[in-house]
């Protein structure tokens, strides 16, 4: 009898374990949670912070901290833009900022007897580095 207790204890325990896997809730600020300690020995699932299922983190959509405001974004994106187009004449125009993820900036840029067109660049919302995501020939 203990030894059929054993046998069932010890199945027991290996479903428990997963054989191998493990599933990770993660948090919306890229923490897992429950502080549970990540074992990188196991195929690991993670739940992110939307339901969304996957093997891989890099599919998880995380809330970053915002330490730059709107009003810095759009600076930043108007010294970007206009730092490569002023000295050939063009003009820039801010004409909207709003958050994603990140800080998102559409710029008209613009010069007399050409058409002007509609530039839109990224300002990270915690480091404040800007770079250039749609219409970027004027780099």
Do not use: H
Not at 51 to 64: A, D, I, M, P, Q
């Amino acid at each position: 009898m203990k030894r059929i207790n054993l046998i069932i204890l010890g199945l027991l325990l290996i479903f428990l374990t997963g054989c191998g896997n493990q599933i990770l809730y993660m948090c919306k600020d890229g923490t897992v949670g429950g502080g549970v300690i990540p074992d990188t020995e196991k195929t690991t699932s993670y739940y992110c912070p939307d339901g969304k299922e996957t093997s891989s983190l890099n599919t998880c959509k995380f809330e970053k901290p915002t330490l730059i405001l709107k009003e810095d974004a759009e600076d930043a994106a108007l010294a970007y833009v206009k730092g490569y187009v002023t000295s050939s004449g063009w003009q820039v125009s801010l004409i909207n900022v709003y958050k994603d993820v990140d800080w998102k900036a559409q710029l008209i840029l613009s010069k007399k007897d050409n058409a002007g067109y509609e530039t839109i660049v990224m300002v990270d919302s915690t480091t404040g580095t800007v770079k250039c995501e749609q219409n970027c020939e004027y780099i």
